[in-house]
């Protein structure tokens, strides 16, 4: 289960919810092939290689197995059961795409006969679930009226003494919790939720199976322990509340890539949504799988550059942008769209290195490339913040207001960028000292993503930083402060404590704290903890943070600590920035003023 929302009235969602409803929209437009069945056997004859009857029942798959015989197969206690669900239980893409051959057949058979069986009754169905970690519980108590979802296809019963049989001899412990689902599934009410009575569909069936389809929506009801069973007990209702905005979200989404070729737009989406472990996992598999001349991969080489970017990886995303430029350089003419995203990209890396010539020559190159009006809208907003950056704040506010106006005629609205437009305009004059009309935009920005995007998106985190930047500049100091703390507290609620979007506002919080060394540290300490605690670390970030640290030790007549910060941070800086970078100097020299017998 997934916890989307805790709010009675809106519908948020994280992007991890997001891959899997994409993941099998996606799928569904590719035609299954021998190939793909053949690679999902292998992967589960691996699996099972020393297990003689598993391998039969694989062998009888291979042999028997037909599209209308998913269902059949997937109510068996066998293989396919097993790894299906362990493949969506880990969350790894390129396992997922192993199994799309029978994931895509499973989903299309349950619509079908979800649709045949046209149930209209009113079910009470439950699940036993024996160890629940404790902290996805307390997710859930602090979610009663939101909405969860299911992050892989739910067997639940319409007898509470089979789900029982599920959680026999289960004892509660710290780290793990005893529950039982009770499931209200009123099916005149639901329009596009999708579930089979496997009852009806299987006679043989004994265990009066009820099978949803992955990505189901429950509205919780109530979480509470049940003295008599001896559990918790969790009451959910199935809803198709928030399916109309999954369903527009998906279309803006393809809409955006509409160009791209299918087999690498779910792993683009996945960045977009910045779910980048599934996405690097994804085009890692592809650039395995794709030949060395294939048509794709120069998009490959772009979308882990563009990965590499958003972890701050400066270094690496250029190796990979620039491979994507010598493909392209050779096939197309200098002036060509299939261009403008590479150009647009490299660009990028200029600025965040801090080279800002370079970073306008290659914005410019891609505006000559005569691209959609979206890519050249952002081609735009990022000359704007270049001009921001160099002073010319009149030019620069004049080209975010064009690429306002052109991002406002796409349909659907594309809000990632209309967010980043109102932050933009907001720096222009942030950067001006105009701090009142800088905060009118910051909060504009923050609405509107609070409405548009997804609750991880890291961009909504960039408006509330914004917003206490603003704040500290007026004198609001304690303001500044609330703001960071509520946004961390609904980021633990709906998300989880370690999520890296509170490294950033617990780094503001130290920044914000200069008067309290003790709380200064504090912050800054749990900040880094969650920077090196998530599997793609974010660089640049992490190094701020641990000169940061450094500063706040000298405070604290830490030398040591001061020492191991100072080169920790130098250590990154090295990996992601150029030879001899301002940043990598800056730090050396931080480190032998700290320490002069340093060479």
Same mark, same amino acid.
């Given at each position: 289960?997934?916890?989307?929302?805790?709010?009675?009235?809106?519908?948020?969602?994280?992007?991890?919810?997001?891959?899997?409803?994409?993941?099998?929209?996606?799928?569904?437009?590719?035609?299954?092939?021998?190939?793909?069945?053949?690679?999902?056997?292998?992967?589960? $004859?691996?699996?099972?290689?020393?297990?003689?009857?598993?391998?039969?029942?694989?062998?009888?798959?291979?042999?028997?197995?037909?599209?209308?015989?998913?269902?059949?197969?997937?109510?068996?206690?066998?293989?396919?059961?097993?790894?299906?669900?362990?493949?969506?239980?880990?969350?790894?893409?390129?396992?997922?795409?192993?199994?799309?051959?029978?994931?895509?057949?499973?989903?299309?058979?349950?619509?079908?006969?979800?649709?045949?069986?046209?149930?209209?009754?009113?079910? $009470?169905?439950?699940?036993?679930?024996?160890?629940?970690?404790?902290?996805?519980?307390?997710?859930?108590?602090?979610?009663?009226?939101?909405?969860?979802?299911?992050?892989?296809?739910?067997?639940?019963?319409?007898?509470?003494?089979?789900?029982?049989?599920?959680?026999?001899?289960?004892?509660?412990?710290?780290?793990?919790?005893?529950?039982?689902?009770?499931?209200?599934?009123?099916?005149?009410?639901?329009?596009?939720?999708?579930?089979?009575?496997?009852?009806?569909?299987?006679?043989?069936?004994?265990?009066?199976?009820?099978?949803?389809?992955?990505?189901?929506?429950?509205?919780?009801?109530?979480?509470?322990?049940?003295?008599?069973?001896?559990?918790?007990?969790?009451?959910?209702?199935?809803?198709?509340?928030?399916?109309?905005?999954?369903?527009?979200?998906?279309?803006?989404?393809?809409?955006?890539?509409?160009?791209?070729?299918?087999?690498?737009?779910?792993?683009?989406?996945?960045?977009?949504?910045?779910?980048?472990?599934?996405?690097?996992?994804?085009?890692?598999?592809?650039?395995?799988?794709?030949?060395?001349?294939?048509?794709?991969?120069?998009?490959?080489?772009?979308?882990?550059?563009?990965?590499?970017?958003?972890?701050?990886?400066?270094?690496?995303?250029?190796?990979?942008?620039?491979?994507?430029?010598?493909?392209?350089?050779?096939?197309?003419?200098?002036?060509?769209?299939?261009?403008?995203?590479?150009?647009?990209?490299?660009?990028?890396?200029?600025?965040?290195?801090?080279?800002?010539?370079?970073?306008?020559?290659?914005?410019?190159?891609?505006?000559?490339?005569?691209?959609?009006?979206?890519?050249?809208?952002?081609?735009?907003?990022?000359?704007?913040?270049?001009?921001?950056?160099?002073?010319?704040?009149?030019?620069?506010?004049?080209?975010?207001?064009?690429?306002?106006?052109?991002?406002?005629?796409?349909?659907?609205?594309?809000?990632?960028?209309?967010?980043?437009?109102?932050?933009?305009?907001?720096?222009?004059?942030?950067?001006?000292?105009?701090?009142?009309?800088?905060?009118?935009?910051?909060?504009?920005?923050?609405?509107?993503?609070?409405?548009?995007?997804?609750?991880?998106?890291?961009?909504?985190?960039?408006?509330?930083?914004?917003?206490?930047?603003?704040?500290?500049?007026?004198?609001?100091?304690?303001?500044?402060?609330?703001?960071?703390?509520?946004?961390?507290?609904?980021?633990?609620?709906?998300?989880?404590?370690?999520?890296?979007?509170?490294?950033?506002?617990?780094?503001?919080?130290?920044?914000?704290?200069?008067?309290?060394?003790?709380?200064?540290?504090?912050?800054?300490?749990?900040?880094?903890?969650?920077?090196?605690?998530?599997?793609?670390?974010?660089?640049?970030?992490?190094?701020?943070?641990?000169?940061?640290?450094?500063?706040?030790?000298?405070?604290?007549?830490?030398?040591?600590?001061?020492?191991?910060?100072?080169?920790?941070?130098?250590?990154?800086?090295?990996?992601?920035?150029?030879?001899?970078?301002?940043?990598?100097?800056?730090?050396?020299?931080?480190?032998?003023?700290?320490?002069?017998?340093?060479?």
């Amino acid at each position: 289960m997934k916890s989307l929302s805790s709010s009675k009235d809106t519908f948020d969602n994280s992007g991890t919810y997001f891959s899997y409803l994409l993941f099998v929209e996606l799928l569904k437009q590719i035609s299954p092939t021998k190939l793909a069945k053949d690679v999902m056997l292998k992967k589960c $004859k691996d699996y099972y290689r020393r297990n003689k009857p598993e391998l039969e029942k694989i062998d009888l798959f291979q042999s028997t197995y037909t599209a209308d015989k998913a269902i059949d197969w997937y109510v068996q206690d066998c293989f396919i059961y097993r790894l299906v669900n362990q493949a969506f239980r880990t969350e790894d893409v390129a396992l997922w795409y192993v199994f799309r051959f029978y994931i895509v057949d499973l989903c299309k058979q349950l619509e079908k006969v979800h649709q045949e069986q046209h149930i209209q009754t009113c079910l $009470k169905l439950f699940r036993g679930q024996s160890q629940m970690p404790t902290k996805e519980l307390e997710i859930l108590r602090a979610s009663v009226g939101g909405l969860v979802s299911t992050n892989s296809f739910l067997s639940t019963s319409k007898d509470i003494k089979i789900a029982q049989q599920f959680i026999l001899d289960a004892k509660n412990s710290d780290d793990f919790k005893v529950v039982i689902f009770e499931i209200v599934l009123d099916a005149s009410r639901l329009k596009t939720t999708v579930f089979v009575d496997i009852e009806q569909y299987a006679k043989q069936s004994s265990e009066s199976e009820v099978l949803f389809n992955i990505g189901s929506v429950f509205r919780i009801q109530n979480v509470d322990y049940d003295f008599e069973l001896n559990v918790w007990k969790i009451q959910m209702e199935a809803t198709d509340e928030g399916t109309h905005d999954i369903r527009h979200r998906i279309d803006i989404m393809r809409k955006k890539f509409q160009s791209g070729s299918i087999n690498l737009l779910f792993g683009r989406l996945l960045l977009d949504m910045h779910q980048f472990v599934k996405a690097e996992s994804y085009f890692q598999m592809m650039l395995r799988v794709l030949p060395s001349h294939h048509e794709d991969l120069a998009l490959v080489y772009d979308h882990l550059g563009d990965l590499n970017m958003h972890v701050s990886n400066w270094n690496e995303a250029f190796l990979y942008l620039n491979a994507a430029y010598e493909i392209k350089k050779a096939k197309f003419r200098p002036n060509h769209p299939n261009l403008a995203m590479t150009l647009n990209s490299i660009g990028n890396y200029y600025k965040a290195i801090g080279e800002m010539k370079e970073a306008s020559q290659f914005y410019l190159k891609a505006l000559n490339c005569k691209n959609d009006p979206r890519n050249i809208a952002i081609t735009t907003l990022n000359i704007s913040k270049i001009q921001t950056i160099n002073q010319e704040f009149e030019n620069a506010l004049d080209l975010c207001i064009e690429a306002r106006d052109i991002l406002e005629q796409i349909h659907p609205r594309p809000h990632i960028e209309l967010v980043q437009c109102q932050g933009v305009i907001g720096d222009i004059y942030f950067a001006q000292k105009n701090f009142t009309v800088a905060e009118h935009f910051y909060t504009a920005a923050f609405e509107l993503s609070k409405r548009c995007l997804l609750i991880d998106d890291p961009i909504r985190t960039n408006c509330v930083r914004a917003l206490a930047d603003v704040y500290q500049q007026q004198g609001y100091t304690n303001r500044a402060i609330t703001i960071c703390l509520e946004q961390i507290s609904f980021n633990e609620t709906h998300l989880h404590e370690n999520h890296p979007n509170n490294a950033h506002l617990l780094m503001k919080l130290g920044e914000l704290h200069t008067n309290d060394h003790h709380q200064q540290l504090n912050f800054l300490k749990r900040g880094l903890h969650i920077l090196e605690t998530n599997i793609h670390l974010q660089y640049a970030a992490t190094s701020i943070c641990l000169i940061m640290l450094a500063q706040c030790y000298v405070q604290h007549n830490e030398s040591d600590q001061v020492s191991v910060c100072y080169m920790r941070a130098l250590e990154l800086q090295e990996k992601i920035y150029p030879k001899n970078h301002p940043i990598i100097i800056e730090t050396l020299e931080l480190i032998h003023a700290h320490d002069p017998s340093t060479s």
